[in-house]
């Protein structure tokens, strides 16, 4: 069945420190959306990747798509305590998004 | 824009008892809508997508007759955990997506717990 696995599965990193997470998915994806959930919250969405090789940025966040469309990668420059939060990868598969396992990422002040 | 409005946002209740959850779309209309469930530092599993007028799509594995989708409007979609059991205790969130370009909103999800 489909599968979209991310690692790490946690991440504690000290403020100022970068951060990055993959997502990798066992079929081709249609397109990807990442969202960062926050503890005891929702998740909220933060971008969609269509494009094979996709390049996008949020500030200090840049998201990448792979060139085979199964990948995809987040990566946070200079992290600061308000990144804190699970990030999640959600594939496109025929009608169907699947979301990937969560990275938790902890900042230490 | 794009709110989804889920109710309530805890709940306890008893073992045996039914639970209705709702989510409402409150500025776009939502023609199908999706339930998760999510247990603690784990991911979203899909549950069931929500169609409007018509039967629900369950996934692999879960139960229709326990967890009772309706969508009765093109707003609002009810998740009804009939005969709860402590095991079914999980946080509970629905989505729904305002267009085809945009990410889905999700509910600010439901936390079950059954004594």
């Known amino acids: 069945g489909q599968q979209v696995m991310q690692i790490p599965q946690y991440q504690h990193v000290q403020e100022g420190e970068d951060f990055t997470t993959y997502c990798n998915s066992s079929?081709?994806?249609?397109?990807i959306q990442w969202y960062k959930q926050r503890p005891g919250g929702h998740p909220v969405f933060l971008i969609q990747l269509v494009k094979s090789g996709e390049v996008k940025k949020q500030k200090r966040l840049t998201f990448q798509f792979g060139e085979a469309k199964k990948n995809s990668s987040l990566h946070i420059t200079a992290t600061q305590t308000t990144d804190v939060g699970t990030y999640f990868c959600?594939?496109?598969?025929?009608?169907?998004?699947?979301f990937g396992t969560g990275t938790s990422l902890t900042v230490i002040p | 824009g794009a709110v989804v409005s889920q109710h309530p946002s805890r709940v306890i209740c008893k073992s045996g008892t039914s639970v209705k959850i709702e989510c409402r779309s409150l500025d776009f209309q939502a023609t199908t809508m999706f339930w998760y469930r999510q247990f603690p530092k784990q991911s979203l599993m899909l549950m069931a997508t929500?169609?409007?007028?018509?039967?629900?799509?369950?996934e692999q594995g879960v139960e229709k007759d326990k967890f009772l989708i309706n969508h009765a409007s093109l707003t609002l979609s009810t998740l009804t955990v009939t005969s709860a059991h402590p095991e079914d205790s999980s946080f509970y969130i629905c989505?729904?997506?305002?267009?085809?370009?945009?990410?889905?909103?999700f509910g600010s999800g439901t936390r079950l717990t059954v004594v």
């Open positions: 959600a594939g496109l598969t025929g009608n169907q998004f699947y």
């Open positions: 079929t081709t994806l249609s397109n």
């Open positions: 989505s729904a997506r305002a267009g085809t370009l945009r990410g889905y909103t």
């Open positions: 929500s169609n409007e007028g018509s039967k629900a799509t369950y």
